[in-house]
């Protein structure tokens, strides 16, 4: 079946360094990627997004990279700052009407 | 503020027992999502309507069924609760339901918890 799967699961980085997290999907027609992020117990917000018809979209800080082909897209948050930290949720959608989600990765932005 | 509310925002129930939680989609949002979030876990995807007609199903229990009014407002029903059903219940609403698909607003969610 349709499926996103996203690494890593958890990632610390020293504040002002990058990060990256990367999802790779499985339906080849799924033509629109967001990027949520979840701060504990709040909800997912979108922070970016990037449809299948650009390779590459960014806003500040914060970038998407897609490649088609391989089927992989990349979210890459550059000068870390401690509020970055949360669980980010990458998404494909699937068919016509839904959206799969990855299973999170977990940012900790060490001081 | 999404525009996206859902109510209640917390609620405590027993096993065996069914509950209905509540969602309005933001103004002009045809379309509403369910979805499920247990502790430390990713979101997954349970059901899906656009202008009150189910379009989509993930990973649904039969024991969970949904429905969206013509006032567009969304109901998730749980019934013959079990301990594994406590999760975070959110509920999210975009303008389209099908084609070029876009951002989805979420709501605050709905914590449940059965004892």
């Known amino acids: 079946g349709e499926n996103v799967e996203q690494h890593p699961s958890t990632l610390s980085v020293q504040e002002g360094d990058s990060a990256v997290i990367k999802c790779t999907y499985s339906?080849?027609?799924?033509?629109?990627f967001p990027w949520y992020k979840q701060e504990l117990g709040k909800r997912p917000q979108l922070i970016i997004d990037i449809r299948s018809n650009v390779g590459e979209k960014k806003d500040q800080r914060i970038a998407v990279t897609l490649n088609k082909t391989a089927k992989h897209f990349s979210l890459h948050i550059t000068e870390t700052q401690p509020e970055d930290s949360a669980v980010y949720f990458c998404?494909?959608?699937?068919?016509?009407?839904?959206?799969?989600f990855g299973t999170g990765t977990r940012l900790k932005v060490l001081a | 503020d999404s525009g996206v509310t859902q109510t209640p925002k917390h609620l405590i129930t027993a096993t065996g027992q069914r509950v209905t939680l509540r969602c309005s989609p933001r103004s002009g949002d045809l379309s509403v999502y369910w979805y499920q979030q247990s502790l430390d876990q990713g979101l997954q995807f349970l059901i899906q309507?656009?202008?009150?007609?189910?379009?989509a199903k993930g990973n649904i229990l039969e024991r969970f069924s949904a429905q969206q009014f013509p006032d567009l407002h969304s109901e998730l029903n749980l019934s013959s609760l079990e301990l594994g059903d406590s999760a975070l219940y959110f509920c999210?609403?975009?303008?389209?339901?099908?084609?070029?698909?876009?951002?989805?607003?979420f709501g605050p969610g709905t914590r449940l918890t059965v004892l």
């Open positions: 309507y656009y202008n009150g007609e189910e379009r």
């Open positions: 999210a609403s975009s303008v389209r339901g099908a084609g070029a698909l876009g951002e989805q607003f």
């Open positions: 339906d080849s027609a799924s033509n629109y």
């Open positions: 998404a494909g959608t699937s068919g016509t009407y839904k959206y799969i």
